[in-house]
């Protein structure tokens, strides 16, 4: 598939769909690098670095200690990110800071420190790991949407400001997969009576969705592709059933119709 391995960058590369990543390149012959914010200990086949995307310091440490020790990199995935999940009144603007901070500045941060070398090199691959949620402002995931949806906008004008220079952009929506992104989901503090009942149907319909998610292979698999494709999609989506199907949806109902049918959901 390849003619040469690629040296690969993975940010949230310790679990969930960024571990899945990570292993699947290893395995057919990548030199990757996953990172974590507190990395416990090194995998077998890949190599684990300290990397917090909130920190503009850290970023250029453990950017700058894959160069040293590889001496380029082909391919960046944003993956890391933090969850978020209550309704917009309960929640402060502290915890917006966080979860855009984590989901929209983070990935601009890695993207800032890798492309000085990928224009050096003339070529570069970066994967900015999205939502199906992007495509939605889904009740009490609206700050999550918006985050995904703003990292789609950026990653929409990256891509064009840095083809010029023989660098690849593309955003990848996975919809629900086997990951422990609820054991960081920032939650509001305290949940108001006005709301309460539909935050609780929100979190019961997450966790059902959870229950039946998917193995995340399946996106290490699309990233692999998206790796082997000389001129990669602006968008790819990883989902099944009626998350795909709602997106199509989306596009062709009226809005308001839409609404109705996903505040259906939550009654």
């Not at 598939?1 to 040296?7: A, D, I, L, N, W």
């Not at 590369?13 to 057919?28: F, T, V």
């Not at 570069?124 to 009490?140: K, R």
């Amino acid at each position: 598939m390849y003619s040469t391995p690629k040296v690969v960058l993975v940010t949230g590369g310790s679990s969930g769909i960024g571990k899945a990543i990570c292993e699947r390149l290893a395995r057919n012959g990548h030199r990757v690098f996953g990172t974590s914010r507190q990395p416990a200990e090194q995998p077998s086949n890949y190599s684990l670095v300290a990397l917090d995307v909130t920190d503009e310091s850290s970023v250029q440490q453990a950017v700058g200690e894959v160069l040293k020790l590889a001496g380029r990199i082909d391919v960046l995935v944003n993956n890391a990110g933090v969850g978020i999940q209550g309704a917009l009144e309960d929640l402060g603007p502290e915890q917006a800071h966080a979860v855009f901070d984590a989901d929209v500045v983070g990935p601009h941060r890695v993207c800032r420190a890798v492309l000085p070398g990928m224009r050096a090199q003339g070529s570069g691959t970066i994967i900015n790991i999205t939502s199906l949620a992007a495509n939605f402002g889904l009740p009490y995931r609206g700050l999550y949407s918006a985050a995904k949806a703003a990292l789609e906008r950026y990653t929409e004008a990256l891509s064009m400001e840095v083809t010029p220079f023989g660098i690849q952009v593309c955003s990848l929506q996975p919809g629900e997969y086997r990951t422990n992104i609820g054991s960081n989901r920032i939650k509001p503090s305290l949940v108001g009576d006005a709301y309460r009942k539909g935050y609780e149907r929100a979190m019961e319909i997450l966790s059902s969705s959870l229950h039946y998610s998917h193995d995340p292979d399946e996106v290490a698999v699309l990233v692999e592709k998206i790796m082997a494709t000389r001129r990669p999609k602006s968008v790819y989506r990883a989902a099944h059933g009626m998350q795909s199907v709602a997106v199509v949806m989306k596009k062709l109902l009226p809005g308001r119709w839409f609404e109705k049918l996903v505040l259906r959901e939550y009654k």
